[in-house]
């Protein structure tokens, strides 16, 4: 059988038969990509270069078609370190996608102009309705590094808002004044960048040595005046236990006088009370004895009389004189 007794259309159409089998074995696998837990992502159309509008939070396989694939982002919390020593920070392998983001301090100053380094740590996340836009501002990988320059601005921001020395007395403020205007900085909607910002650390202060050792000297100065205080506050609390005893004493003084007081009362008043019934009684007596001689011509000189009788008829003769 020569070549031109070869069936052309059967054998064309076998091979393209194979070839779509061929096809559909490569297109198929290559259509279907796998998102892990963790993750979101939105789809790339490779023809037209744009982002689907869709935002994939589900883990598991998704057909995204032949030539397309998805741009995956962290939906979970990740930390960003602005530190002299990063050792212990890394810890276990993690894929680049979740790796931390490690800096070193910023350098900063102060409101009164004193330059410093300040070491900080927060927490960041990715909203899931700002992915397409943040990949249109700043592609897939490149906002990793936009998010750091953000970070070191919005920290030299606020350092400025603070004196050198409210970093020793009022470090939750300037903590808390930090977040605040971290999450304005990466909170602009109209910019089409959303992002929660969380857990803020202000880890370390490093100021000019010549400013801690006068800090160090400010300090100790004032221990001793706290300690000058404590000594005050402890002779104050002696004088006046003192003067509680001596209050006490007195109040005692004055119980005990005022209870002789009251007895001399109460014995004056008895006696007193005594004395006016004996004259009363002696009154009443002479009283009778004087109604006995109240019609004589001379009362008195007939009570004198009687009382001298009276006085010879009590007394025994042996020891009576009488002048005759």
Known sequence: MGIEEIRVVPVCGLC????????TCVAVP????????????VQLQWMTQEILDEVITEPGLKWVGLGNYLLEYPATFNTMYFIQDGRGVAGAEV???FSPMLRGPIRARSADGLEMQVSVSFQWRLRPDALK???NILGETMYRDEFVR???AAIIESCSLFAADQYFTERR???AKMLEVLQSNFD???LGLRMEITGLQLREVDLPDEYDDEI?????QMQEVEVGKAERQEQIIIKEAEKLVAIQKVEELIRAAQGQARRVQLQNEATITQLKLVQQKQAEANAAILQQFANDTQPFQRLFEVMEIRVLEDHTAEKMAVSM
């Open 216 to 220: 160090e000297n400010t300090q100790e």
């Open 133 to 135: 836009d943040l990949y």
């Open 30 to 41: 290559m259509s279907i990509k796998s998102m892990e837990q963790g993750r979101t992502s």
């Open 188 to 190: 602009k909607p109209e």
């Open 95 to 97: 894929p680049e996608l």
């Open 16 to 23: 393209t038969c194979l070839g779509l089998v061929i096809f």
């Open 173 to 175: 403020t300037i903590t």
């Open 150 to 152: 953000f970070a070191r």
